[in-house]
């Protein structure tokens, strides 16, 4: 909540996202092959009374978080 300031310990994220889901820009929706490469972002962002607290996987170094060129990467393996 706003105000209180837990400990926290981390976080852990579990997803699942169908592969047809990609089926944008090219892709048709199959999943991906190994060695491929995707770029990726993940953030938390959290409401304190002093203003908003944010975390990324990979800092965007500037005060904007869309920005793709600082996106993570994710190799896929089989």
């Known amino acids: 909540q706003v105000g209180e300031q837990a400990a ?3 976080y852990d994220v579990e997803s699942a996202i ?4 990609f089926s944008v820009a090219g892709r048709d929706g ?10 990726a972002q993940l953030y938390v962002l959290d409401a304190r ?12 170094m500037v005060g904007d978080f869309h ?7 994710l190799v896929f393996e089989r």
């Open 30 to 39: 199959t999943p991906p092959r190994e060695g491929e490469t995707f770029r």
């Open 67 to 73: 920005v793709p060129a600082r996106f993570g990467r």
């Open 8 to 10: 926290d310990e981390g």
């Open 18 to 21: 169908p592969w047809r889901a």
């Open 49 to 60: 009374e002093e203003g908003q607290w944010g975390v990324g996987w990979s800092a965007p």
